[in-house]
């Protein structure tokens, strides 16, 4: 066997391994979805309203988590390699869920989110992982389908968790660790390493592993900070059904929550139709750059639609709509990859995930407090405020990414 031929095979293996990671972690984030405000409102007495409050406790400081240890886990992949990040990020996450499972008290079930917010660098060392071992051309496509792990997670996991929560509470979350700890087992004994030492970082700077610091690399290279904008802007946008769906829909459509359910199914098949079928020959068709702002365009007009929509039959005619948004984040990763270096593309992932931890703190806040004002205020009731806050958010980054490197720029090492 030729040395081509063995790359080839470790570049097939680990995105193999890639894709099942993503998509066992969606599966068990989706399996929490009906199953942990439950328990969190178990340990607060049955309490409905301290249940919400300890939930967005719990939201933002897995977020507050996320822009602190991202950047360091992100430097850790440049430094040591991605194998070792990936393997730590899946056993933080599987000891996260054994303590979901086994929490005698509230305190230790926070104490879970804590460590699995420090550790949390899967998805974002996972971006680094296909970025060494694909070549600048092929990264929107590999992009996609992982966004489309995200979808099928996100459709298997709910019903999962609803299912195994009807015979005990626990147990979604040991079904969630099984999973978990399996994919970590796999990483340990088969998954290659993607970064070669001539690649990666010759140290490890602290200067570089802090949330100001990645700042500096966004800073660096042309277009990239702009880039990074148009991504924060899109996740944060993104939060806004995630806080308020559930009270949305059931205030203004009277949904009750198998409707709710087919609503996510539906959501994520199209979103799973866009990312496996239609990224990479939109993609060669239109480049990535028009990609993103055709994912962009979707989200905008989806989310306007979401908030004019009167009756629930409506509001489903947008769901064809916004699935296009699966484009957005397949071409703006591949914008952003070409633009650093081997060594560079953990610090890059790392900047993103601090990011996208900021989005995750003040989403929950900003569209949850415009949902709640809107449907209390007599004089200026409008109960799609908090997702034309989303669509506008969306056109904002739209307008950025307009103006944003509309040149490619080449890639400094071409991938192996």
Avoid: C
Avoid at 64 to 89: E, H, K, N, T
Avoid at 134 to 141: G, I, L, V
Avoid at 254 to 259: E, H, V
């Amino acid at each position: 066997m030729t040395d081509s031929d063995k790359a080839r095979q470790g570049r097939q293996a680990g995105f193999g391994f890639i894709f099942a990671l993503a998509l066992m972690n969606s599966i068990s984030f989706g399996i929490m979805i009906p199953i942990l405000p439950n328990l969190i409102k178990q340990f607060a007495g049955g309490d409905t309203a301290a249940a919400s409050e300890w939930n967005l406790v719990f939201g933002a400081t897995w977020g507050l988590m996320q822009f602190v240890s991202g950047p360091i886990l992100g430097l850790m992949s440049d430094r040591w390699g991605r194998r070792p990040v990936l393997l730590i990020s899946l056993f933080g996450l599987g000891i996260d869920f054994l303590f979901m499972a086994f929490a005698p008290s509230l305190w230790w079930l926070f104490l879970g989110r804590i460590l699995n917010g420090m550790t949390a660098a899967s998805f974002s060392t996972a971006n680094a992982y296909l970025a060494d071992v694909t070549k600048p051309q092929d990264r929107a496509k590999v992009f996609g389908w992982m966004s489309s792990a995200f979808s099928f997670g996100f459709i298997i996991g709910p019903a999962i968790g609803g299912t195994l929560g009807e015979y005990d509470l626990r147990l979604p979350f040991l079904a969630a660790a099984g999973l978990t700890l399996i994919n970590w087992l796999y990483g340990l004994f088969i998954l290659p390493e993607s970064l070669p030492p001539e690649r990666r970082t010759t140290s490890f700077d602290w200067k570089r592993a802090n949330p100001l610091g990645s700042l500096a690399l966004l800073r660096s290279k042309p277009g990239l900070l702009g880039l990074a904008g148009v991504g924060f802007l899109f996740q944060l946008a993104h939060t806004v059904l995630p806080s308020i769906f559930v009270l949305y829909v059931g205030y203004r459509y009277n949904w009750t929550p198998s409707i709710m359910g087919y609503t996510f199914v539906a959501t994520g098949v199209s979103g799973v139709i866009v990312q496996t079928l239609l990224v990479a020959p939109i993609v060669q068709r239109v480049g990535e750059r028009n990609a993103v702002l055709l994912g962009l365009l979707a989200g905008m007009l989806g989310f306007a639609w979401y908030g004019t929509a009167t009756t629930g039959a409506t509001y489903l005619l947008a769901v064809p709509i916004f699935a296009f948004t699966g484009l957005m984040m397949p071409g703006l990763q591949g914008l952003m990859t070409r633009r650093v270096m081997p060594q560079e593309q953990g610090q890059l992932q790392g900047a993103n995930q601090s990011l996208m931890g900021i989005g995750s703190i003040l989403g929950p806040i900003v569209f949850g407090g415009a949902f709640a004002w809107s449907i209390r205020n007599e004089a200026f009731h409008l109960p799609g405020l908090a997702i034309y806050l989303a669509a506008g958010l969306m056109g904002l980054a739209f307008l950025l990414a307009l103006t944003t490197s509309k040149a490619p720029v080449p890639d400094a090492v071409p991938a192996e």
